[in-house]
């Protein structure tokens, strides 16, 4: 058991460009979360994968955001168009199935700053 | 929908103090609660969680109980330590409707001084 890693650890971009995170979640794993934290805030949900399915999207993801996991193993979020307000840390979670749903195993994070 | 209300911080404890930290949740459906921690530098941690009501949780001297008559879901130390310096989230998952994602609170700063 490595852990739930993500990369890149920060990453500092220019409005308007596109950014791209990674999360390898723990192997055995088949479920994968993705959050955002900003200061001061607890995490708030942005997606989750079952397997390679996304089965649910929060309505904090807009359309500028996707994310994808491709066989079910590591997971990718990409931010096109960024805009200031997308500064926050990025957070990554995994768990086993349903029984574990609620014991998820967060990653560091990624923290985007939007310049 | 969902949500979860816990005290605000900063809190700051001398070491061996006693500590709660205070959280409610509203949530339809039957509810698991969690607590978890985030030390300096590192990610979140599931400190302990109680699946039912009148569950007690407990993990490295931490305990918080389940109760449903008063939607609560406090976390207790009886004698904290320096490196109990931390952030504290209470959080949710709700077995009855979205049983996926955990709604968190806002968190509370811990510092405990030697």
């Known amino acids: 058991d490595t852990g739930v890693s993500q990369d890149p650890r920060h990453k500092i971009t220019k409005r308007g460009q596109n950014v791209t995170f990674r999360c390898d979640p723990i192997s055995e794993h088949n479920r994968l979360y993705w959050y955002r934290q900003t200061l001061g805030q607890g995490p708030e949900f942005l997606t989750y994968?079952?397997?390679?399915?996304?089965?649910?999207k929060s309505r904090l993801l807009s359309d500028r955001f996707s994310a994808e996991r491709p066989k079910g193993s590591f997971s990718t979020l990409e931010i096109q168009r960024t805009e200031q307000g997308d500064s926050a840390m990025y957070l990554c979670?995994?768990?086993?199935?349903?029984?574990?749903?609620?014991?998820?195993?967060f990653g560091p994070g990624t923290r985007l700053t939007v310049t | 929908g969902d949500s979860v209300t816990q005290m605000e911080g900063p809190v700051t404890l001398s070491e061996e103090a006693f500590l709660t930290i205070n959280c409610t949740y509203t949530a339809t459906g039957y509810p698991s609660l969690f607590w978890y921690v985030q030390y300096p530098g590192e990610g979140l941690q599931l400190l302990l969680k109680a699946t039912k009501a009148d569950d007690k949780g407990s993990n490295k001297g931490f305990e918080a109980t389940y109760r449903k008559e008063t939607t609560s879901f406090h976390l207790e130390k009886g004698s904290v330590q320096v490196s109990d310096s931390a952030v504290y989230f209470c959080?949710?998952?709700?077995?009855?409707?979205?049983?996926?994602?955990?709604?968190f609170g806002k968190g509370t700063l811990l510092t405990v001084n030697p």
């Open positions: 994968f079952q397997n390679e399915a996304q089965l649910e």
């Open positions: 979670a995994s768990s086993r199935g349903l029984a574990g749903a609620g014991e998820q195993y």
């Open positions: 959080a949710l998952i709700n077995s009855g409707g979205s049983n996926y994602k955990l709604t």
